[in-house]
């Protein structure tokens, strides 16, 4: 690992065996992009990779004889306005009304390690050898600004990582309009972009399209990362696959809106830009004043979209994850919600914990309807002390029976919102997120409370921080209900507003950052309907996120097939949820239910005191299993993905051990087949040298796996594990899977 400046030629080279980035100084003291790709040996100079040349009609940057045209060289951080037509990474309102700007390179330092962007959340080092960083720094001397390109490239890892600060010294105060966290640019358009798109409900799924010339994006404008575009895209190779071929990956390390988007020219020039959605933000700086930009990590694969998948699951599971859960498998958890929603009181509680604890379970969470007046969506919101009608001897009598019967107790906040029929709103009705005079929209029968100022932060705080204190809590599941509409805060004037979206978000890490800094033994999970804010930002505080609300096993296929582009396992809320599923009514297995929840954090959603016996022995065996398997699913094993559920009736993936000694898999159909044609999986990450025992796991109550195939790896891999169609049909009609451990022998 190293990064290399070459004083001669002015030119930076990061590279670490796997990957390579090479910027230079160009003329005009701007900063230009040589190569983003495989790792290349260095060498003196790669200027044979500056294209440049005099075209008809172009703006040229400097005086003749150059030929240096900012419309048609690839650039690291570009602006509007001197040449270059195409969309800016960087727009900044000046008082005399312009909106031009000029950075050009100052000094630059290379150092050991990675810094904080604290307080928002990034990557991280715990030692200075697993990085390097380079902070190239860039002057605006009209303005009187600094501007500074941050790269750190990890050692271990094809990935580089992004962010942008700005510093103000002038005695004029400017305004970022547009301050995004990279730009990256090649120079062709023979790409694919690949990202993950949905709504509620059916959150990531996966989207493909070919470049072409104009503008593709992907944004959202929720004030969260949204469901319906996940802060992700990559740009893979057209003949990339799974396991072959280039992939560049960038996520953005960020909660709020967001922009990513492509543009290619017509010159087939292709830049990709990622950073905070410039609709809704205004930030002013006077003298003194800075801006931080979130952090973009890129991942280079030339092994495909697995490769890239695996690189950030690696990464977000060591050096963005932190806390005391970084390294440790989930507890399997039951919810009450499709088992109670709001009917419940303490007796009930206790007799679905007690069969829960029966079943082997490890964690009960009460969720939504503890507190204030509660019984319904349309109250109670902002209310956080307990409903001692309910719970007569408050959350710190339950949490303390619930722990007597040898579970661990989780609890249900949704902190960011109020209902208007509340104690708090009737306190505080300027406190929440809406324009004076105008409608506020309701969501849920909710609204949004104003967290970009500290008093409305700091007053949940309080409420929620006595709960934690007084009584024994293990986990906390930290829902966000609605997006936000008119955005305006009461508490800022007209000029701040534009801040008030980032300063929102801000507000959210706060809080996250002080009751994780209290109470750093709790397991937090962060959720948003589902997965509406499963983002990398919201993982840096919460080491797991409650994927979708649909807990259907078919539908959360493709959910979980998609978010495991960029998520780890471990952090994924899975669980097996009753029949018929709430969400779509559809009846599955119960085996196939627990089949696609193993691959995640692993529990249930319903009321096991409804089952049949059958069934709870099922429900007592998954749990042993899952309790078996889960260090291999959640910490140590690599994912891949080995069949596509959006592009055919099936799907299939399977996790496989650091070691390559032991791996477990699933192959799952939608619909039964007639007479179905021949079936081999082929499987990957196996060491073809090594020979593997095969075992099939029936998933019926006292029915033990059975041994079904030894052979070597290389066999596995190519030729593949014959699918026994029948036995599909046989254990269960539609939606019905199969589940193979394997290890080696």
């Avoid at 078996?628 to 596509?644: S, T």
Wanted: net charge negative; proline share 3%; hydrophobic share 35%.
């Amino acid at each position: 690992m190293s990064i290399i400046f070459h004083e001669n030629t002015k030119e930076f080279h990061l590279t670490n065996g796997q990957v390579s980035y090479i910027m230079e100084i160009m003329e005009n003291g701007q900063i230009g992009q040589l190569y983003y790709g495989k790792a290349l040996r260095d060498r003196d100079s790669f200027q044979h990779l500056h294209e440049e040349k005099m075209r008809s009609l172009m703006a040229v940057a400097l005086p003749e004889p150059s030929s240096l045209s900012m419309e048609f060289i690839r650039q690291e951080y570009p602006s509007y306005g001197t040449g270059d037509y195409r969309m800016p990474a960087v727009t900044i309102q000046q008082k005399n009304g312009s909106r031009i700007c000029n950075f050009m390179y100052q000094s630059h330092e290379i150092f050991a390690g990675k810094k904080s962007l604290a307080p928002l959340p990034s990557t991280y080092v715990e030692t200075e050898e697993e990085a390097e960083t380079l902070e190239i720094l860039l002057h605006d001397e009209v303005i009187d600004t600094d501007l500074v390109l941050s790269y750190t490239i990890y050692r271990d890892y094809p990935v580089i990582t992004r962010n942008v600060r700005f510093f103000h010294k002038g005695k004029e105060a400017i305004v970022l309009d547009r301050a995004l966290s990279a730009s990256v640019e090649f120079n062709d358009m023979e790409f694919e972009m690949v990202h993950l798109a949905g709504a509620w409900s059916r959150e990531r799924y996966v989207k493909r399209r070919t470049l072409g010339m104009g503008i593709q994006a992907i944004q959202s404008l929720h004030g969260a990362s949204s469901s319906e575009h996940n802060p992700f895209l990559a740009l893979k190779r057209p003949d990339a696959t799974e396991q072959q071929g280039e992939v560049y990956g960038f996520s953005l390390v960020y909660s709020g809106n967001f922009l990513a988007q492509v543009e290619v020219n017509t010159h087939q020039m292709t830049r990709m830009t990622m950073g905070i959605h410039p609709e809704m933000f205004s930030w002013e700086l006077h003298a003194g004043e800075s801006f931080q930009t979130p952090e973009v990590v890129m991942v280079y694969s030339d092994q495909g979209l697995n490769k890239m998948s695996q690189t950030y699951h690696r990464l977000y599971r060591k050096r963005l994850v932190r806390g005391e859960w970084r390294d440790k498998v989930r507890p399997i958890l039951l919810n009450n919600w499709e088992a109670t929603y709001f009917d419940f009181d303490e007796e009930k509680i206790l007799k679905i914990a007690q069969k829960a604890k029966d079943a082997g379970a490890e964690l009960f969470v009460l969720d939504d309807g503890w507190f204030g007046a509660r019984n319904d969506d349309y109250r109670g919101l902002g209310d956080w002390y307990v409903n001692l009608e309910k719970l007569p001897n408050g959350i710190k009598g339950l949490s303390e029976k619930v722990e007597a019967l040898g579970l661990k107790f989780g609890l249900w906040v949704e902190l960011e919102m109020v209902n208007k029929d509340s104690d708090l709103y009737r306190a505080h009705p300027d406190w929440v997120i809406g324009v004076p005079g105008r409608f506020e929209s309701h969501s849920r029968h909710q609204h949004v409370l104003d967290f970009s100022r500290k008093e409305v932060v700091d007053a949940i705080h309080e409420m929620i921080a006595k709960i934690l204190r007084e009584s024994k809590i293990s986990y906390i599941k930290w829902d966000m209900n609605r997006y936000i509409t008119e955005p305006f805060s009461k508490g800022a004037n007209a000029s701040d507003q534009g801040k008030m979206m980032h300063k929102y978000i801000l507000g959210v890490y706060d809080l996250y950052t002080r009751l994780t800094t209290e109470f750093p033994q709790i397991l937090f999970e962060s959720c948003s309907s589902g997965g509406a804010r499963f983002d990398p930002g919201m993982l840096a505080f919460a080491p797991q996120t409650w994927t979708s609300d649909d807990t259907d096993a078919g539908e959360r296929m493709k959910i979980q097939y998609g978010t495991s582009y960029v998520y780890p396992l471990v952090s994924m809320g899975s669980h097996v949820s009753a029949v018929p599923n709430h969400q779509v009514y559809r009846k599955t297995p119960i085996s196939t239910r627990a089949n696609v929840a193993y691959f995640g954090t692993f529990g249930y959603e319903l009321d096991l005191n409804l089952l049949s016996d059958e069934e709870f022995s099922q429900v007592k065996e998954q749990i042993c299993f899952m309790k078996k398997y889960r260090e291999l699913i959640q910490i140590d094993g690599d994912f891949y993905r080995l069949v596509n559920p959006f592009e055919g009736n099936d799907t299939a993936w399977m996790v496989v051990s650091q070691d390559k000694k032991q791996a477990v898999a699933a192959f799952y159909q939608r619909l039964n087949k007639v007479n179905a044609s021949w079936l081999r999986l082929k499987l990957q990450g196996l060491d073809p040298d090594k020979q593997y025992e095969v075992t099939y796991h029936s998933g019926r109550a006292h029915t033990e796996p059975e041994v079904v195939l030894q052979a070597y790896g290389d066999e596995l891999i190519h030729a593949g594990m014959v699918i026994d169609r029948e036995e599909l049909n046989r254990n269960g009609g539609d939606f019905s899977s199969v589940l193979y451990t394997l290890r080696e022998i």
